[in-house]
């Protein structure tokens, strides 16, 4: 209470108005200032009043105390009003801090800050400038045509060289899954050409989406209708293929890529190429099997180094139908465990639930190891798997068999691309022929 200075407001045009009832209710002790001189009953003697009820109600429409205070924002006051001695907490500094908020002033400062971003978001929209596109002067590697190829060949594309946006994703998701690598090559060589004319918009734009979400409350129509308006505008950063110099149409260039790559003879450094990239495509895909069948048995798994390198021991020795049947009946068996470990006291595992899955993979495959055997059923993949398109290109079109690889080794696909491509002399030039 020290500190504020306090207005007694009489309202004399009240029928039983008291004005001695109403000074002596709000008078203060003067030596200890948290006191008030008189207690009710006191008062009720005093005045000869029956009950504490009337007189708080003779007290309240007598008149109040006011004090004003100075707003959060410094410029506007705000008048507060006293009718009961309980609504004042001696105890407790600035009990009416929180009504302090200036909510007016808080309103006006946020809508001009939100105008300012609405504006520079408009600005920054009407800057963007055309992008200019050099042709690629880059040979690409063996490996990036053929991605190239399969992209040009298998993604909608538009007149203007446009790619499909929704296409390009499922490209680099199924095809490009850790081997984003020579999806990158093909970029940086300016094959590919992703504009980023609009990153500046969209980061705009994302902003002001937050101030949207965040301070929808304060906002004044105009604005909410311009938020409105300018968060459902899309921008998207387009995808290009960007043919080289000597192409005027893009189907002479898919021609120019087949050739290369069916002629393409191998070399040692194309072997590594495409050792590593038949690793890291059946890793991927066993990774793919691996959360199938967690999520179908409902297995905590966790993914580290060592479970990896089981992996791939398993990659390089056995084929994808049997690495399938290993990982299926692992699972099996490891889901059995975990329900023994959650409802079986006896059971104590010595290893944390996330690791019991891992462990079944490494330890049946070092049994196998041991015996010298092999795992004996190949099992079918899920009939919902999606089979790239590049395997299927490489396996008609280079290795010309016409078989998936689920039945072969990373090695074994690696011999029979390698065998395809020692044509004699005879097929090379038949196959030339067959493409003038
Ligand atoms: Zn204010």
């Known amino acids: 209470m020290t500190g504020l200075d306090f207005e007694l407001v009489e309202n004399v045009g009240y029928r039983e108005f008291n004005g001695e009832l109403l000074k002596d209710y709000w008078n203060l002790n003067h030596l200890s200032r948290n006191k008030f001189t008189y207690t009710l009953s006191e008062l009720l003697i005093k005045y000869k009043i029956q009950s504490a009820a009337k007189l708080q109600s003779i007290v309240k429409y007598s008149g109040h105390l006011k004090f004003t205070k100075l707003l959060d924002c410094g410029s506007c006051a705000r008048d507060f009003k006293i009718y009961h001695r309980k609504d004042i907490d001696f105890y407790k500094s600035n009990w009416f801090k929180d009504q302090l908020i200036c909510d007016r002033c808080k309103r006006e400062k946020i809508n001009t800050e939100v105008e300012e971003k609405i504006t520079a978001f408009r600005e920054s929209i009407s800057l963007i400038k055309k992008y200019k596109i050099s042709p690629p002067s880059q040979e690409l590697d ?45 970029i940086e060589k300016g094959y590919i050409y992703i504009t980023d004319i609009y990153d500046n918009v969209l980061l705009q734009q994302n902003e002001l989406k937050t101030v949207n979400d965040n301070l929808m409350a304060y906002l004044s129509y105009d604005n909410q209708r311009e ?132 462990h079944h993979i490494s330890s049946y495959l070092d049994y196998l190891e041991s015996k010298n055997q092999n795992p004996k059923y190949p099992r079918n993949l899920p009939d919902n798997w999606v089979y790239s398109e590049i395997e299927l290109f490489v ?32 097929d090379v030039l038949d196959i030339y022929e067959n493409n003038q």
């Not at 538009?158 to 946006?165: A, G």
């Open 142 to 186: 063996y490996l990036e045509k053929i991605f190239l190829y399969v992209l040009i060949t298998k993604v909608k594309i538009s007149d203007q060289n446009l790619i499909d946006l929704q296409q390009w994703q499922c490209f680099q998701s199924l095809e490009a899954n850790g081997l984003e690598y020579v999806l990158k090559g093909i």
């Open 227 to 358: 938020l409105k308006e300018n968060l459902s505008l899309n921008f998207y950063n387009d995808i290009f293929i960007v043919l080289p110099d000597e192409f005027n149409k893009k189907e002479d260039f898919i021609l120019q890529l087949y050739n290369n790559i069916i002629l393409h003879e191998l070399k040692n450094d194309d072997l590594k190429e495409i050792e590593e990239f038949l690793i890291l495509k059946r890793l991927r895909e066993v990774y793919t099997l691996i959360d199938f069948i967690c999520r179908a048995r409902n297995i905590p798994l966790k993914k580290n180094n060592a479970f990896e390198i089981d992996l791939i021991r398993m990659i390089r020795k056995y084929d994808l139908q049997h690495v399938w049947s290993i990982i299926f009946y692992q699972a099996k068996q490891a889901a059995a465990e975990l329900y023994d470990m959650e409802f079986n006291q006896r059971s104590k595992s010595r290893f944390s639930r996330e690791y019991v899955f891992p």
């Open 395 to 426: 396996s008609s079109s280079i290795i010309g068999h016409y078989q998936k690889w689920d039945k072969f080794t990373p090695k074994q696909i690696q011999a029979m691309w390698l065998e395809s491509t020692k044509a004699s002399d005879e």
